[in-house]
């Protein structure tokens, strides 16, 4: 099974900071990686689909990037309302994998 | 507008099964698979499996292999997995998702989640 490492696993930043996320995948994936936003008590919600397909209706501010084995997640000017985790996913072989998340909280 | 609404909290005794129930509306049921995913407390999101609605094929992680089921109504547009002899450290949120899968299967997100249902396993 492919397996996705996140970095970092938490970060604090400021308002206006502009925020970066990786995902490192095991083997190549392509460009089937996909980032989640997860706030408590709510259901997660799809932001990045394709590598970098943003989902109907999510800001611009956040984008992704990257191919293979690589990728990116960023929050160009972060707001409050992006504390979260944020977790990439991708699907190999019938599995849907994961990664760890990160946690952002403001500083 | 695109809804899954799941149904309630559930309190069970660990060796007992739970069912979640995920009904579908504002979109045509049978286009799209749905995928059950899990979040204990503290942890991460973690994949139980998926179904495709039209089909009624399934795919489970292998963790989860021979104690859960799942099934659609395509009656009433409802998704609903049985997951059995569950352990007090399955206490978790079970969330169904709309689900989007190539057709060469070389791709899978979900779109749209259902609220989440919060099942506890205690004695």
């Known amino acids: 099974d492919i397996h996705l490492t996140q970095s970092p696993p938490s970060l604090s930043a400021s308002i206006g900071d502009r925020v970066t996320i990786t995902c490192q995948a095991s083997q190549d994936i392509t460009t089937y990686l996909n980032w989640y936003q997860h706030q408590p008590g709510r259901a997660p919600k799809l932001l990045v689909y394709?590598?970098?397909a943003l989902d109907t209706g999510v800001s611009s501010r956040f984008s992704g990037s990257g191919s293979g084995s690589l990728f990116t997640f960023t929050i160009s000017s972060l707001q409050a309302e992006d504390v979260a985790m944020y977790y990439c996913q991708t699907f190999d072989n019938l599995v849907v994998t994961f990664g760890q998340g990160t946690r952002l909280d403001l500083k | 507008q695109v809804h899954l609404v799941q149904s309630g909290h559930e309190v069970k005794n660990p060796g007992a099964s739970v069912r979640v129930s995920c009904k579908a509306s504002?979109?045509?049921?049978?286009?799209?698979?749905i995928t059950w995913v899990r979040q204990a407390p503290g942890q991460g999101l973690e994949w139980v499996g998926w179904?495709?609605?039209?089909?009624?094929?399934?795919n489970y992680a292998q963790k989860f292999q021979g104690r859960v089921t799942m099934t659609t109504d395509k009656s009433t547009s409802t998704a609903n997995m049985e997951l059995r002899s569950l352990r007090s450290d399955e206490t978790a949120v079970y969330y169904c998702?709309?689900?989007?899968?190539?057709?060469?299967?070389?791709?899978?997100?979900?779109?749209?989640w259902g609220e989440g249902t919060t099942v506890i396993v205690s004695s």
């Open positions: 504002g979109y045509n049921f049978n286009a799209y698979d």
């Open positions: 998702a709309r689900t989007w899968v190539g057709v060469a299967f070389d791709y899978h997100y979900m779109d749209v």
């Open positions: 394709h590598s970098s």
């Open positions: 179904i495709n609605v039209y089909s009624g094929n399934t």
